[in-house]
């Protein structure tokens, strides 16, 4: 071994990070989140629409109302990703904003709503859902399906056996999963399930 050789460090278990540290971690992790939301604003739209994307994957609570506010954008780039982002985020506040979105006329932020609520999985949600299983766009069927099936409600189960006939490959699957989904956690609901005799 010469003496111009790097050592090589041992592999093992990375060490604990101090309190100072972590705070100082917390801190830069803030102070993240606060520049993304102030970038939901600027005129630029590819700043806007990262700063979008970027906050779901922050998971900060603190995000979600401007997220709702985002949901408004004038370019749909923003509106799906910020109905993408609450639905990674989880905060419950963002159910009735991602179910008005719904109505939207761009398939795009219909397609981020439906999988925003699909993450919440909040059964609120399921009576705005079911009419967008028979959407002129397959993307938002196929999202829908795979929304009500996530939130496993067993009144979605009738509309998506209605639906399970579907034009599309892809949307057909993604039903198929979905009430097989529901079943799984409502196996009374199965149809090979029948009363005794």
Known sequence: MGDDEVPVPRAGKPRELTPEERSALEEYRKLRVKGFIALLKDSNLNFRWKAAEALGAEGDESAVEPLIAALNDPFVDVQWLA?????????????????VALGSKDKWLRTGAAWGLGKLRDTRAVPALIPLLKDTK????????????????????????????????????????????????????????LPAT
């Not at 109905?83 to 179910?99: C, F, M, Q, T, Y």
């Not at 509309?159 to 409502?186: G, K, N, Y």
């Open 138 to 193: 397959k993307q938002v069927r196929k999202e829908a399906a795979w929304a009500l099936g996530t939130i496993g409600d067993e009144g979605a189960l009738p509309h998506l056996r209605e639906a399970s006939e579907d034009p599309d490959e892809e949307v057909r699957d993604t039903i198929q999963r979905a009430i097989a989904s529901i079943i799984s956690r409502h196996p009374e609901k199965s149809p090979e399930v």
């Open 83 to 99: 109905a993408k982002s609450l639905g990674k985020i989880g905060d419950r506040r963002a159910v009735e904003p991602l179910i």
